[in-house]
């Protein structure tokens, strides 16, 4: 989207890591929608449903492949330090 077109314009999408994710598991019934899907229960709960969220990378000099899924389970307090470590 508009984002990855104004890096390009920048000239710095090769050398951006972008991260899209989110904390704590999706919004439950009370909110007005339900984004856990089939989970169990939704944010704050101790379940799945609590705590598997989404997450995009895109760092076109990295190795990431393009399209590739994985199920890790990954903590962002440890993605911080990774980044932290790239920069």
């Known amino acids: 989207g508009s984002l990855i077109t104004l890096l390009e314009e920048k000239k710095v999408l090769e050398d951006t890591i972008v991260v899209f994710t989110s904390d704590n598991g999706g919004l439950g019934p009370s909110y007005g929608n339900f984004?856990?899907?089939?989970?169990?229960?939704?944010?704050?709960?101790?379940?799945?449903g609590g705590h598997r969220i989404p997450m995009t990378l895109r760092w076109d000099k990295g190795n990431i492949p393009r399209g590739e899924t994985r199920s890790?389970?990954?903590?962002?307090?440890?993605?911080?330090?990774?980044?932290c470590d790239l920069a």
Do not use: C, Q
């Open 35 to 48: 984004s856990s899907g089939p989970l169990r229960e939704s944010k704050g709960s101790i379940y799945e």
């Open 72 to 83: 890790h389970l990954v903590g962002l307090n440890d993605l911080f330090a990774t980044l």
